[in-house]
């Protein structure tokens, strides 16, 4: 059974910075691309915001122009954990974080359907 679980989310003030994780189990972690993706309060499911994604050999494909960088999407294929450390944190970066595996095509991620965590709420505010 595919399980992927995100964690760390926390509400923080403007400027500071928060890890966060997500940890699979029930695929074989190292052989597939990963990403992170956002959905701001009151947009959609079909409206999330893919926010950096990466290559099962840890290169990256790309990074959302609003994060560059500030954020910094890493994984550990021992370990089966897909992290996303963002820095400078912004209210408009308010948002529940989600990760997925996915596919490559054309030197471009594409998301799986039915790879995706549950969420990891992330507000920003003073």
């Known amino acids: 059974?595919?399980?992927?679980?995100?964690?760390?989310?926390?509400?923080?003030?403007?400027?500071?910075?928060?890890?966060?994780s997500c940890t699979?189990?029930?695929f074989t972690f190292a052989n597939y691309p990963?990403?992170?993706y956002r959905q701001f309060p009151g947009k959609k499911?079909?409206?999330r915001e893919l926010v950096a994604a990466i290559a099962n050999t840890g290169s990256i494909y790309e990074y959302a122009e609003?994060?560059?960088?500030r954020f910094t999407i890493s994984r550990d294929n021992v370990n089966n954990a897909l992290y996303l450390e963002m820095n400078s944190l912004k209210p408009e970066d308010?948002?529940?974080y989600y990760c997925n595996a996915g596919q490559e095509g054309g030197g471009?991620?594409?998301?799986?359907?039915?790879?995706w965590g549950q969420g990891t709420q992330v507000i920003v505010s003073s």
């Open 45 to 47: 499911r079909e409206e």
């Open 108 to 115: 471009r991620y594409y998301p799986m359907a039915g790879y």
């Open 1 to 20: 059974q595919v399980s992927l679980v995100e964690s760390g989310g926390d509400l923080v003030q403007p400027g500071v910075s928060l890890r966060l």
């Open 66 to 69: 609003s994060v560059k960088g």
């Open 24 to 26: 699979v189990s029930g």
């Open 94 to 96: 308010t948002a529940v």
């Open 34 to 36: 990963m990403s992170w």
